[in-house]
């Protein structure tokens, strides 16, 4: 399934509105490119909802894993569409398995190695989400590293999906795809890119002239 990764309102809306988008994620890093913070998640989902979003992924924030165990509980009681985001870390890790012990959906985010999926899986995560591109960056083969990551996960059978993050090209999605890897969030403008190719839209364009019978 394809995922927005933005929470700005005017885009997911016009975007969620195609019925292609199964829903949004988001971080803080996220809320703040769009002006917002924490304390707008309940206005992000409420919005989010109402245009479409089957499934909104929040991330919980907090130093330890008591805070983020709580803040994600808060989060979750939003709605049942909700999925906890949560940091590859070792306080992140043990709030989710607290959480997903009380039956909460959990996404282990934030991870920059296929070893991770092994993290993912103990702490009984629904999904991992591997940052692509800033592995690449790091000199890992990001593509690589989430096919190594969605194996290790499909061989263990527990249900833990992996949910590739920043990707940068059709190319990456085209690659993750092939792969098996179906849960993908781009960004709006990857989003756009995706939707709106060159050759096809000229092609299309085409078919509409020819329909009207307008000679070039």
């Given at each position: 399934m394809l995922y927005i990764d933005s929470a700005d309102r005017a885009a997911v809306e016009r975007l969620l509105h195609t019925g292609l988008f199964a829903g949004i994620t988001t971080n803080p890093t996220i809320l703040r490119r769009s002006g917002l913070g924490p304390a707008d998640a309940r206005d992000v989902h409420a919005w989010a909802v109402a245009a479409g979003a089957?499934?909104?992924?929040l991330q919980a924030t907090g130093a330890t894993a008591r805070e983020l165990a709580d803040d994600?509980?808060?989060?979750?009681?939003?709605?049942?569409?909700v999925v906890?985001?949560?940091?590859?870390t070792t306080p992140g890790l043990t709030?989710?398995?607290r959480l997903t012990g009380r039956g909460v959906p959990v996404l282990v985010t934030a991870v920059y190695h296929a070893s991770q999926a092994v993290l993912a899986d103990a702490a009984g995560a629904s999904g991992i989400a591997p940052y692509v591109g800033r592995m690449d960056d790091l000199g890992l083969d990001g593509v690589a590293q989430t096919r190594m990551l969605h194996e290790a996960l499909a061989a263990s059978g527990r249900g833990?999906?992996?949910?590739?993050?920043?990707?940068?090209?059709?190319?990456q999605v085209a690659e993750l795809s092939a792969a098996?890897?179906?849960?993908?969030?781009?960004?709006v403008a990857l989003c756009d890119a995706l939707l709106d190719q060159e050759h096809s839209v000229a092609a299309a364009a085409r078919f509409e002239r020819d329909a009207a019978g307008v000679t070039d």
């Open positions: 089957g499934v909104v992924y994600g509980a808060r989060l979750r009681d939003l709605g049942a569409d906890v985001k949560l940091p590859a709030a989710a398995r833990c999906r992996v949910l590739a993050a920043s990707v940068r090209t059709l190319d098996g890897v179906g849960d993908l969030t781009l960004s």
